[in-house]
C-alpha cells in the first residue's frame, strides 16, 4: 500500500514514519525545501524521542521517502494526508485553513486516479464538507476523509504505536465506503492489540478531536482551581485528585495541578472550538471558561513569586528552571514561561532562564534581558528566588541542600510540585508549591 503525506511538520513527520513502520509505502511531501533536504540528509528538525531512529530505518529500508514534488509523491497512492498547519488566524481565534485548502486543491489537480484525501490537520467541524465542494469539481474521483490524531508530544510514537482508538470520519455514501475500506486496510496492523475503530461521519471525527482536547483542557482547569481552594483550606490537592481519580467515570489523569496547560493544541483547539460553537448559535460555556480560568493561571504564577518575595522583586535575580511546555520537548508554544518571564521582568527582575532542549528557541521568544545558564545549577547560582516552570527529571534529582547552598536567597516556587515539601523546608527554603498546605 502506498500514500503520500503533505507537512513534513510534527503530525505528517511522526505518522510517515510510524505507517512507514507498519510496512506502508509512504512519500512524505513539504513546501519548505530546506526541510525536506534535512530530512534525506538524516537530520530530523524537531526533538522527539525515538523518531530519528524510526525515520532512519525507514528511510533504509526504501519505506520512507522525501520526494522533490507532489507529483512525484502521489505516484500510484492510494490515499494523501493532509498534515499542514492551522494556527490560529489573528484577530478572531478561528483555525486558519488557508494551508489546508491550498494542499487540498493541488492535490485535487495532481491526482490521476481515484484516493482518498485524509485530513490529519485539526480542522473545526464542516471543513470536510467543504474539502469536498472544492476538490469534487476539479476530480470527481476523491473523496474526502476525517482521521484525527490524538499524539502527545515527547510520547508521539507510542501514542500513534498503541493509541486508545483510531477515528475515522467518513462521507456517507459510496465514496465513503472506499475510504473507510481503504483507511481500515492503513491501519490494519493495529487490529492485533484490539485497537477500537471509530467510524463515523466527518463532521462528528472532526468534533471528536476538538470535544477531546477540551474535555482534558478542562480536567486540567478543574484540578488547577481546586488546587487552589486546597491551598486556602489547607488540604492537599494530590490526595483530592486520586480520591477523585479512582473513580472509573472521572479517571486518574489529566488531574495534576500547575502553572496552566501550554503546547500547540490545548490552547489553539480550545479557542477555535469555542469561536465555532459560537458561530453555529450552541455556545460552550465550559469551555470558554476553561480558557478563560487557563490565561488567568499563568498570569498568576508570575504574582505569586513577586508574593512569596515579599512583593517586590526590583534588582532581585530569579532563577527560572524549565521553558517548555511540559518534558521531553523543546516547544514553548503558549508554555507558561511566555507569560511568567516577561511579567517578572516587567515587575523588574533579572531572570536567568536553563531548559534541557528548548534554549534555541527560547533565545528568539523571551525579553531580551533574559540571561540563559548552561545547566540548572548555573541558573541558581546567586539567584534569590527560583521558580520550577517545567517537571523536567534532571530537576527532580538535584537534592534540596545543594540547591540552598548555590542559591543566595531562600524563595523557591515549585509549580509543578517535583519536590517534596518536608525535605525542602528542612533544607531552609521559604517553599511555595501548588494545592498542598
Ligand atoms: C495534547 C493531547 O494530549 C493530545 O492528545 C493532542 O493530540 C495534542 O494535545 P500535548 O500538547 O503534546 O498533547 O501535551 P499533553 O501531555 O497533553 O500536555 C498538555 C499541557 O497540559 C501541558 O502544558 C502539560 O503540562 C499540561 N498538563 C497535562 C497539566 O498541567 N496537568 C495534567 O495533568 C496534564
Known sequence: ??????????????????????????????????????????????????LDKLVADNVRDGRLTFPDTLEDAMEGVEAVFLAVGTPSRRGDGHADLTYVFTAAEQVARAATRPLTLVTKSTVPVGTGRRLIELVRPINPD???????????????????????????????NEHGQRALETLRRLYRPLYLIETPIVATSLETAEII??????????????????????????????????????DGRIGRKFLHPGPGYGGSCFPKDTLAFARTAVDLGTPLRLVETTIAVNDARKEDMARRVIAAMGGDVRGKRIAVLGLAFKPETDDIRDAPSLVVLPALAAAGASVVAYDPQSMGFARQAYPASTEFAPSA?????????????????????????????????????????????????????????IGRP
Request: negative net charge; proline residues 3%.
Open 1 to 50: 500500500m502506498k500514500i503520500a503525506i503533505l507537512g513534513a511538520g510534527y503530525v505528517g513527520l511522526v505518522s510517515g514514519a510510524c505507517f512507514a513502520e507498519f510496512g506502508v509505502q509512504v512519500a512524505l511531501v513539504d513546501k519548505d525545501a530546506s526541510k525536506i533536504a534535512a530530512l534525506r540528509e538524516g537530520r530530523i528538525p524537531i526533538y522527539e524521542p525515538g
Open 142 to 172: 476523491i473523496t474526502v476523509a476525517s482521521n484525527p490524531e490524538f499524539l502527545r508530544e515527547g510520547a508521539a510514537i507510542g501514542d500513534f504505536m498503541r493509541p486508545d482508538r483510531v477515528v475515522l470520519g467518513t462521507e456517507d
Open 209 to 246: 478531536k476538538y470535544a477531546a482536547n477540551s474535555f482534558l483542557a478542562m480536567k486540567i482547569s478543574f484540578i488547577n482551581e481546586v488546587a487552589d481552594l486546597c491551598e486556602a483550606a489547607g488540604a492537599d490537592v494530590h490526595d483530592v485528585a486520586r480520591g477523585i481519580g479512582l
Open 377 to 433: 545549577m548555573a541558573a541558581l547560582a546567586d539567584a534569590d528566588a527560583a521558580v520550577l516552570l517545567t517537571e523536567w527529571n534532571e530537576f527532580r534529582a538535584l537534592p534540596p541542600d545543594r540547591l540552598k547552598a548555590v542559591m543566595r536567597g531562600d524563595v523557591f516556587c515549585d509549580f509543578r510540585n517535583v519536590y517534596d515539601r518536608k525535605s525542602m523546608i528542612e533544607a531552609g527554603f521559604k517553599y511555595t508549591s
